[in-house]
């Protein structure tokens, strides 16, 4: 599947067949079906048009962990010709009012269920689920199609605020066309099917989990949302995901935790799995060939229990925000499970290179290669080789 704009993720004449988002209710998940998701984008324009949201105006997000409802919410307010800005929701009610003002924005959109004005430009807060429950009228396909067939790919789509560590949060513009081509990128490079299963629990304001989620719905792979990472242990035993994203302080836990857990056996068992995690955290598959039957002998014997607890069935996990050290991803290599790291950052929507999961094309300690279409250059680079990184390519923001 592809598309030049954000929307056409949602195109309804691909929302047919088999669910294949899921949200979590309680201890259970409930599937979602194509008719559904229909049901609800349909429901959120008719409640945009009856609060009298203009085309180009700007309505603030404040997602906490991505839902099914935040996903169908943000492609729904694009596809309507609004600029969606994705506030963080740990922002101050001071930054959130700065931001209204700067923005222009009217409406905010919140994950929390008490709410209160900020500011008198801001004429509505609400959350997704007070929109689903309102007597709305929907809007119909007709509708939605008429007015979205006025957006170019290279129209603003989105503005994203970023942490602010060099001052104020700044608003970072992104046209529709810089965030797919980073989509379809990474929808080429990540090793997705139709019938796999992905687990998605990181924030979904940040940019890096947002441009995934999109990436994963090219594939209409199998998305379970879960409220928050609190929540991952569980999940991985009830989901059994084949792929997730993730920052390195989860695998830095999960390391943790499994080391914990041979501190806690008996002498025997924990001399052999100390062996094998040290074996581990040292292993170099590109260098060290004729170790082969030892990790084999780890990964099929004694590194089951590790991946029991990741669900069993998981393939691979793609890594960014910050550096992971390369001896935790080694136990993760050695478990059988392909640990990849990328590099990027908002302004470039967001990755600029990543270690590809095809044979001799990644090294742990690295960020990988730029994406197809993407450049890099070291500027000005000092002795040991670093220096300012300059990026061009289709993914750089408007501005």
Known sequence: MTGQRTFDLIDPSTLTGAAFLHEKNADSYTSVSPEEMSRRLLHFAGFFRERDVQFGNKIILMPESATVNWVLLDLIAQAMGYVVVMVHATTSVEQLERIAVETNANMVVSFKAQLRIVSDQIKTMVTP???????????????????????????????????????????????????????????LLIPLRSDQRILSYLPYSHVFERTLIYAYLTHRAHIYFIESSHHLADSLLT??????????????????????????????TRRVMRWAVGFSENYQPHLDRHKRPAIQFIRRVLFRGFRKKLGGEIVAILVGAAHLRPQVARVFQAAGIAVREGYGMTETSPVVTVNRFEPGLHRLGTVGLPLPGVEVKIEAPDEDGAGEIKVRGPNVMMG
Request: hydrophobic fraction near 40%; charge should be positive.
């Open 129 to 187: 689920q007070v929109i689903l429950a309102s007597r709305t009228k929907p809007c119909s396909w007709e509708e939605v199609n008429e007015v979205s067939a006025k957006i170019r790919p290279a129209d603003l789509s989105s503005i994203i605020y970023t942490s602010g560590t060099t001052g104020e949060p700044k608003g970072v513009m992104l046209s529709h066309q810089n965030i797919m081509s980073n989509v379809q990128s990474i929808a």
């Open 239 to 268: 989901v059994k995901p084949h792929f997730f994203t993730a920052v390195p302080r989860i695998l830095e836990k999960m390391h943790q935790q499994g080391v914990a857990h041979i501190a806690a056996q008996n002498l025997l």
